[in-house]
C-alpha cells in the first residue's frame, strides 16, 4: 500500500501518522520527494482500507499495489485448484483445472416427474450435475417461493436414480441440516455478501458455488470467496452470472471478461450461468459457447422439459433438445481448449 | 396486465390460454383486433410474472398496467403512514407526515465514550434518533467486525442516558433477541432481498428502516417492503441511499428522484442516508438539504467525534460542529416543506 | 503523479524509465523504499495518460494527484465565474456567482403561436432565460428533427417581443452562422465529446450551456469544458441533466451530488436540467427544489402550454401553471442559499 | 403499437384520442374490456414514441410491438448482408456471412515504419484489412491527437504496400473530402448519436463500421444504422465494443450477448472490439475467441509493435507475436462456427 501525504505535511506530523500505522501492524518506509512524502507499507496490509485512510487529514491519495484477497489469490497459490466430488453411482467427478463441468437442471423442482424426466435428459446429453432449486429467492412475496424440503427429497431421488450429483441454492444457515445429501452448496447472487452466511459455510466442508451479486464487482467476489476460505473450507467455485447495468434486451449483460481475469488473479474455478446472465433461451447457446472459448471451467444451465409453463424462468430455460445439440457443440469448444467434458 | 398474442395464434390456441390463465384465479377478456388479439387480465395479477408469460409461444408481449405491490401502495392506502416510537424519555416521536426525523450517530459504536459523546452531540444539535452499527457488514474478512453484543450494550447505555431511542443494523435473524431495547431494526443495502429475513421481520413487531439495495430499482425495495408488510408488520421505514452507477467521484450516486417517486407509489415514510449515498463528508451537507427539499421524511447521517481514526467509514462522517451547523438549515429546509423536526 | 514502480526493476532500468518521462517535459524525483521505488512527476503532467504508463513492464500502478483539467480547475481559478448577458431589453443577465438563473421554455420550437405564448407565461412566472430548440438529436430518423432555421427566426421573434435571452441547442459547427442572434449555445449530451465541435467553440465568443454526456464523468465533463477554454473561450456553463443507470422509473438519473462536487473542483457555473434527468412532469417540482437546495446556480426547465400535444418530450413538461407555482417555492429557496433569482 | 387507456375513458374521449391518431398515417382498432379499453394501431407506428404517447392524460401504458427500426430488421431483409470489399491488390474482401474478418493495426499511425512495420505483420498473421487512427478523440485536449493528413498519407502507403484495404476514423463530415482511399470509415462510440454526421453518411457510398455508444442500448445502435440506411447507404457494420458499467476491472463491459442479439434482428455483419471493450492487453485473446464463439463476423484488434511506448492505447495494444499466436485459434474457432477467416 503506497500513501501519498499531502505536500504542506510537516516532519512531525508525518513521523506521527506513521508511527499510528505501524501500530496496526505493518512496517512503514517513508520516501521524501522534493514536493511529496511518499509512504509504503511493507506487510500484511489487507485490515486497511484505502477510503479510511483517505479520510485522514494528512494523506492525499491510497493506492493499494496488493490485491485485498489473500487465501483466494493466485500469487500464492499459483496452481489451479481442483474440486473432486464423489458421485452416488462411485464415480469422481472433478470441478477445475482440464475439465469442462456442465451442470443442468430446472430451475426449481415443481414434481417427481419434472426433475426425474429432466435428471435423464441432461445426463443422456452429457451433464456432470444435476441442477435443482428447492428454497427459491423470489422478488415478490406472492410469486412461487418453491418446493422447500418436499422438493429436496425429489431432487435427491433424481440423484440417486441417474447418479449425477447435485447443486441446490441455500437461502440461510439452518437449511444446512437438510442439505447433508446435497452435493454443491450454491450461494444466489443476492446472498453474496450475506457475510454471516459465508463465514458460517467456512465451516462446513461441502464446496461452495458462490455467485456474484449482480452489482458486485469481481474484487467482490473474490472477498466474498475469501470470508468462506478464511474459515478453513477452501472448496469454493466461482460464478459469473451477469452483472445489472442500463441495457435491458437481456436479464443482466454477462461480463465475459470476468473469466479470464478471475482465472489470471485466483486459482479458484469459474464456471458461467449463461441462463441468468442472458435471461433469454434464444441467446443461451451463443453466450454458453462464448464461455467455454473465454477459458471458463464450466457451465450452469437451466433446463426444462417444459419451459413455457415452467414455475419459474421459464423464458431462460433450455429443452432437453436444445440442450443436447448445444451439449454437442460445446464439446467441440472444450477440445479447442484442452479440456474434457 | 395485458397480454398482446401474436399475430398468427389460431381462435382455439388463444382460448386454450385463456383458460389456463383463469385456472390460476384472474378473469381474462379477449379483446380482438384486426391483426391481433389481445387479452386483459382482471383480478389479481400479483402472482404472474411478465417474464415467465413471454416465455409462452403464443405470446407477443406483456404489460404490467398495475403495480407488483398491495399493501405499500398508496393506491390502497391513500393517507400517508406515520410510525410512532415511543423514547425512554417518555416522548413520542413520528416518523413520516409533517415530520422531519434526522437520525445521527456513528457508522460503528467502538467505546462508551464515543458513543455517549456522540450521543450527546447529536442530541443537542437536534437529531431525534441515535444510530451506531455492532454487527457490521463488511467487504473484508480481515475488517472491523463491529463490537457485537457489548456495542450493543453501549448503544443502549447512551440511549438511557440522552433519552434518544436508537436505530441499530441487524444481519440474521437469531440476532432479534438481543434487539429487545432497539427502537428501530436497521436491514441494510446487502440484506434488501434477503428474503427469508424480510419474512421474518414481518412476525416482530419493531419498525424496520428498510435500505435500498445498492443495485435495486424503487420497485424492488417497495416488493421488499411488501415481503415484510405480507407477515403483518406494517411499520417500514424506506430509505434511499445511493445506487452503483459507473460515476466514481461519489461512493453511490444519490438516486434524488426516487425520493419524490417512492412518496407518489407508497404511504410509507422515505428518508435518505446522504453519507453512504455519497462517501464523502464534503458532500453530505449538500445532498442532506437537497433530499430535505425533495420532499424526504427525514435523514440518517453519520456523525463521529474523531472521523479521521473512526474504525469504519472515517471518510464520510461529520463532526458534530458541521453536523450543527447543517442542523440549522435543515431546519429553514424543513420549514419550507411544512414539516416539523 | 506518482508511480509505482515494480518490485524486480534493477537500478538502470528506473533510471532509463525516469529520462524518458523527463524528456516528456516533467521533472522524476526517485525514492527508494525498501521493495518498492516510487517516482513523484513535478510539473504539468496532464499530457500523460495514467493508462498509458501502466501498460509500461516496469510500472505497477499510477496515481494521478493532480486533476487533469487546469482552466476549468478552481485550484488556478478560486473565484467564481459570472457570466453576463445582455438581453434585448437592455437588462444585463448574470449566470453563476449570488444568482439562480431559470432557463425555461419548450424542447421544440413549434410554431409562431406556442413559442410567444410560452415565452411570455415563464417571462411572467419569473424566468430570464427562454430555451427552444430548433435542430434536434432525435434517436429516430423517422421522429420529428426541429424546425431549423424557420423555427430559429421564430424563437428570435419572441426573443425581441419578451426582451428574454434566448439559449438554443447547436448539433454542428457551420450552424454558428445562423446562430449570431442565440445568446447561449447549448451543446447536448450527445455532442459532449464531439472534442472538433468543442474545439471550434473554443474560438467563438458566445457562451456555452455544456450538457454533461449520460455516460460521461464529472471529469470527463470537466475535460470537454477545457477543451473549449483552452481555444479561449472561458464562458462555460456546466450542466448536469441525468445518467443512464439501471433504474428505469425516470429517464436518467438525476446525479444531485454532482452539483456540489463540481462547484468544489471548479469555478463555473453548475446548472441542473430536472426535465431531462428525470423525464417526468411529476418529478421536476422536486427535483428543480432539490437542484436549488445542492447549490446548483440555475435550472433549465422545459415548459409547454399543451403537453400532450407536444412534438417532442410532452412527458416531462410542466404547463405554464405548474412551473409559475414552482416557481414561487424556487424562490424561496433560492432565498435559503442566498442566491437572487 | 398496443395502447392501454385508463380507465376511466369516455367513449367520446377515446374516439377523439383514435382520430388524432389516424391524422398521423396508421389506422386505429379500439378493443373494448370490461375495464379497459386498448387501441391496436396498424400501419407504420415509426415515427411514434411512447413517451410522447403516455404523456398523454388518457393513456395508461404504451407497448411497442414493432421495433422501431426498418431497414437495419431482419423481419424485412431475412438474409444476410454481406459487404464486398476490393483491395488494392485486387482481391476482393467479404464481411458478413460466412465470413470471419479480423481488422487490426495500431490505434494511431505514429510514423511510417511504424504502420508498415504492424501492417506486414498483421498481414502476415492473417488479417484481412488494417485500422490506424489518423483523427484521434481525446478526453484530454493536451493528449496526442493524432497525426492528421500525414498520418493518413502513412496509412495509404502501407495499403498500397500491403494490399490491405484499410478502415480509419472519421470525426466529422469535411473530412470525407480526404478519405477517399479509406475503404472502410469507422464511426467511434462518441459519435454513435451525432445524426448530422450520420446523416451525411447516409449519403457516400462507403461501408460503415458503426460503433456502439458506451451508453448506448442495441436498439439505439440499431437506429444510428437506421439513420445511414435512410439516407441510402446500407452498407453498415455494426461493432459492439463495451458498454460502461460499474465495474473497473475492464475499461468497458464487453457486452458478449449483444452479438447474438443483434445478428437476431438485423441482417447486418456484427463486429466486437475486444481491445476497447477490455482495455487491457491480458484479456483480449480470451475476449476475442469468445466473440467468435458467440457468432461474431469479425473482430478489430490492436496490434502494436511497440506497445509501451505507443501513443495511445499501449495498455490494450497486442505484439505482433500475440496476435499471431491468437490467429491461429481463432481460425479454429471459425471453423466450428463454419466462417472462413
Same mark, same amino acid.
Given at each position: ?141 406472492? %410469486?412461487?417461493?418453491?418446493? +422447500?424440503?418436499? /422438493? !429436496? ?7 440417486? @436414480?441417474?447418479? $449425477? ?124 459457447? %462464448?464461455?467455454?472459448?473465454? +477459458?471458463?471451467? /464450466? !457451465? ?7 419451459? @413455457?409453463?415452467? $414455475? ?30
Amino acid at each position: 500500500m503506497i500513501i501519498a501525504m499531502k505536500q504542506h505535511c510537516s516532519e512531525e506530523e508525518i513521523r506521527g501518522f506513521a508511527a499510528s500505522l505501524e501500530q496496526r501492524g505493518v512496517t512503514v518506509h517513508v520516501s521524501r520527494g522534493v514536493n511529496q512524502t511518499v509512504l509504503g507499507l511493507v506487510g500484511d496490509s489487507s485490515g486497511f482500507e484505502s477510503e479510511s485512510l483517505e479520510a485522514h487529514h494528512l494523506v492525499e491519495k491510497v493506492v493499494r499495489v496488493q490485491e485485498p484477497f489473500k487465501r483466494a489469490n493466485r500469487l500464492f497459490h499459483p496452481e489451479d485448484t481442483r474440486i473432486v466430488i464423489a458421485g452416488p453411482d462411485g464415480i469422481s467427478r472433478s470441478i477445475g483445472e482440464g475439465t469442462l463441468t456442465v451442470i443442468a437442471g430446472p430451475c426449481s423442482v415443481e414434481s417427481r416427474e419434472q426433475i426425474t424426466a429432466i435428471a435423464r435428459d441432461v445426463k443422456a446429453a452429457g451433464a456432470g450435475f444435476l441442477r435443482g432449486g428447492v428454497f427459491k429467492p423470489r422478488t415478490s412475496p406472492y %410469486a412461487f417461493q418453491g418446493m +422447500g424440503c418436499e /422438493g !429436496l427429497d425429489l431432487l435427491l431421488a433424481a440423484k440417486n @436414480e441417474t447418479g $449425477l450429483p447435485v447443486v441446490s441454492e441455500l437461502m440461510e444457515i439452518h437449511q444446512l441440516e437438510v442439505f447433508d445429501e446435497v452435493d454443491v452448496i450454491q450461494i444466489g447472487a443476492r446472498n453474496m455478501q450475506n457475510f454471516n452466511l459465508l463465514r458460517e459455510l467456512g465451516r462446513c466442508g461441502k464446496p461452495i458455488l458462490l455467485k456474484r451479486g449482480l452489482a458486485s464487482t469481481v474484487t467482490e467476489l473474490l472477498m466474498a470467496a475469501e470470508y468462506i476460505m478464511a474459515g478453513g473450507n477452501e472448496r469454493v467455485i466461482l460464478c459469473e452470472r451477469g452483472i445489472r447495468t442500463f441495457e435491458t434486451f437481456s436479464r443482466n449483460t454477462m461480463d465475459i471478461a470476468a473469466v479470464p481475469y478471475l482465472k489470471q488473479k485466483s486459482h479458484l474455478p469459474v464456471i458461467v450461468d449463461p441462463s441468468h446472465a442472458t435471461g433469454r433461451a434464444c441467446l443461451v447457446p451463443a453466450a454458453s459457447k %462464448a464461455a467455454v472459448a473465454a +477459458g471458463a471451467d /464450466g !457451465l450452469i444451465i437451466e433446463v426444462h422439459n417444459d419451459p @413455457e409453463n415452467a $414455475l419459474s424462468d421459464g423464458e431462460q430455460s433450455l429443452t432437453p433438445e436444445i440442450f443436447a445439440s448445444l451439449m454437442g457443440e460445446i464439446r467441440n469448444y472444450a477440445g479447442l481448449e484442452h479440456k474434457t467434458l
